[in-house]
């Protein structure tokens, strides 16, 4: 018998009962690969659209879920340590969540988020809710040393997310306005602090007094309880009537239409997600008369992840962990994730 570990497995798509614990052998690093010994790995709103099943393409079942990772390199496998300088046994790393071919147009114009071979650690290849996982040693990133596994844990997936939406596809410039929808998320709880970092006025949208309170705490001048009232008028009252220049969203069909409103003319809507819904009644005529701009955000780069993490290593961002799980609760992080009621991050420590 092969030595083994314990992980958790997604062997069909469907409710929480789908992610069970089970002993699978421990895998062995191939050419230029490393072996981590996960300590903590971060859920994201992905494993729960995973378990449930694709909203587009193929996931390859059985399948250990969770790219949001961060560990101890275990073992070098060929090629990496009698190559590669970089890397000792035992360093501590986090983990850049995307696999790319590195080869196509899209790469190589600096775009490896749209590569047509763009795979995802944990949704395309077995991830970190296991005690080992199987990386390339170059998706590694050092760990900073002021972060805790969980903390580190905890930044990867939102961090480079809410880099790639406000500054690379933003394009956001100190003075102008921003709203970031639904403040409790991982992904809103960094571009609250990036935004506000960058030298915006930030807004943000939640759903309670206690979480407006919090996003206040990272950085949000003003925040606004989408649950209460007309918060869109509000907006256009705290800005003379004028709306924000940029709206961070991975909301989708349920906040679009108040978001539009919500957008200064020339304004732009950054979007990464859509878990309230994909479609919804769009008046064309608004977007050209008020020269709004849409714009898809898939993700971030290697290089969105290393600029996000400066501004931690620098003390001027922090990840926010909300709960902290060992893995035999993974079904319990589902559930928090699913009813919505965390502010940042859910991790579970291994
Ligand atoms: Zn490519």
């Known amino acids: 018998m092969p030595p083994t570990m314990t992980a958790a497995v997604l062997r069909y798509h469907g ?29 994201n709103w992905l494993d729960v659209g995973i378990r449930r099943g694709p909203k587009f393409g193929v996931i390859p079942l059985p399948l250990i879920g969770g790219g949001d990772i961060a560990g101890e390199i275990d073992k070098l496998g060929p090629a990496v340590g009698d190559g590669v300088e970089n ?24 775009e490896p988020t749209t590569c047509p071979q763009h795979r995802i650690i944990g949704e395309h290849v077995d991830g970190g809710l296991a005690e080992y996982t ?48 639904g403040a409790g ?23 309670s007094a206690d979480k407006a309170e919090r996003a206040k705490a990272l ?18 009252d705290a800005t003379n009537g004028r709306g924000v220049d940029l709206i961070q969203d991975n909301v989708g069909a349920a906040t679009w239409p108040h978001d539009l409103r919500a957008l200064a003319r020339n304004g732009r809507l950054v979007v990464c997600g859509s878990h309230s819904g994909t479609t919804f009644p769009l008046d064309i005529a608004q977007i050209y008369h008020r020269q709004l701009r ?40 589902h559930r928090l994730l699913e009813e919505g009621e965390h502010f940042g991050k859910v991790v579970i420590s291994i």
């Open 15 to 43: 409710d929480r009962d789908a992610v069970q614990l089970e002993q699978v052998p421990i895998p062995e690093p191939g050419y230029g690969e490393v072996r981590i010994r996960v300590k903590a790995c971060a859920l």
């Open 87 to 110: 890397w000792r046994e035992g360093d501590a790393v986090l983990v850049y969540p995307l696999l790319t071919c590195g080869v196509c147009e899209f790469c190589r114009r600096g």
């Open 134 to 181: 199987i990386l390339p040693a170059a998706n590694l990133i050092a760990k900073p040393e002021s972060l805790s596994f969980v903390e580190a844990a905890a930044l990867p997936v939102v961090a480079m997310t809410a880099w790639h939406m406000l500054m690379s596809i933003g394009g956001l410039q100190a003075g102008e306005s921003v709203l970031i929808v």
């Open 185 to 207: 998320g991982g992904v809103a709880s960094l571009g609250i602090q990036i935004a506000r970092f960058a030298g915006a006025t930030v807004f943000a949208t939640t759903s």
């Open 219 to 236: 950085g949000a001048h003003e925040v606004f309880n989408y649950r209460e009232g007309d918060w869109v008028q509000q907006l256009l």
């Open 294 to 333: 849409i714009l898809g955000s898939n993700g971030g780069t290697f290089y969105d992840l290393t600029r996000a993490l400066a501004l931690v290593e620098a003390g001027h961002v922090r990840p926010v962990v909300d709960t902290v799980l060992p893995l035999e609760q993974i079904r319990e992080g």
